[in-house]
């Protein structure tokens, strides 16, 4: 059966005429849904329910009410638009103070942080299982080659046989170890594979064309390109984050660009 709308206006007024709502009658209506017949039915209630459903159709009446829809809608105004090239705001709040240490002598000083909500993950030789770490808690990440090499380039004869041959090319390649050292000292040793941004910019420096982010890279296994030997292969040394990091940093890199100078630096490049 299909029930229609409850006939609550008149249910009031028969209460206020009987001046009392301890029993009224309250009349349905509605079609059966097989044969589509018309019917009516009356039940008995007490006042409480009836002034219940006289409360509901009245909030609803009420919601409805063009007043109450200008009312909301001057409330539920759509966020501000966000422009694409408007400037970067300032150094992330998860950004932590220090400097990275390249293979050859490059000092990158900012403001270190990974993707949101990203963590360290190494495998921790000790226990045998993956850690994972909050960049927050750490005060160094220093990385240590155990074993590199010169790759030769092999390619197949043929693309339906399976032999190869030797085109006499090589590329240099590197397997690395990392060891993380936790501000209250525990160190954790393992492979490691992650992606650091380092912020270049001072506090409240806006950003501009010329201060985007470096991107670096720490690897478990790295290769190089075919010609460049293992001196080419520039890997990420030593990280060092905190205020003293920073500072030691900023004390680095400013030696190191007095005895460079004179000479212009194509910028820290690692793959």
Not at 5 to 31: C, E, K, N, Q, Y
Not at 93 to 107: F, K, Q, W
Not at 163 to 178: D, I, L, S
């Amino acid at each position: 059966m299909k029930y229609g709308m409850l006939g609550v206006p008149t249910i009031l007024a028969r209460g206020i005429r009987d001046r009392t709502f301890l029993a009224s009658r309250l009349r349905i209506s509605g079609s059966h849904s097989g044969s589509g017949r018309k019917f009516h039915k009356w039940r008995r209630g007490t006042g409480a329910k009836f002034l219940c459903l006289f409360a509901a159709w009245g909030i609803m009446e009420l919601l409805a009410s063009p007043t109450i829809l200008l009312w909301a809608s001057a409330f539920a105004q759509e966020p501000p638009a966000i422009n694409p090239f408007a400037p970067r705001p300032a150094i992330r709040e998860d950004a932590v103070p220090g400097y990275v240490e390249l293979s050859d002598g490059t000092i990158v000083v900012g403001h270190i942080y990974m993707t949101r909500d990203k963590r360290l993950k190494i495998y921790d030789e000790s226990i045998q299982r993956q850690r994972e770490i909050p960049l927050s808690a750490v005060a160094q990440i220093e990385c240590k080659i155990l074993k590199e090499w010169m790759e030769k380039e092999w390619r197949f004869r043929e693309t339906t046989r399976d032999e190869k041959y030797y085109t006499g090319r090589q590329y240099p390649a590197r397997e690395y170890e990392h060891t993380i050292t936790l501000k209250d000292g525990r160190q954790i040793t393992g492979g490691l594979a992650e992606i650091l941004y380092v912020d270049t910019r001072q506090d409240g420096q806006e950003a501009t064309s010329d201060s985007e982010p470096v991107r670096l890279i720490l690897h478990k296994r790295q290769k190089g390109e075919i010609g460049e030997t293992l001196k080419d292969l520039v890997y990420v040394k030593m990280v060092k984050l905190g205020e003293e990091a920073l500072a030691e940093g900023k004390r680095k890199a400013s030696v190191r660009k007095t005895t460079t100078s004179g000479k212009t630096a194509s910028g820290p490049r690692t793959r």
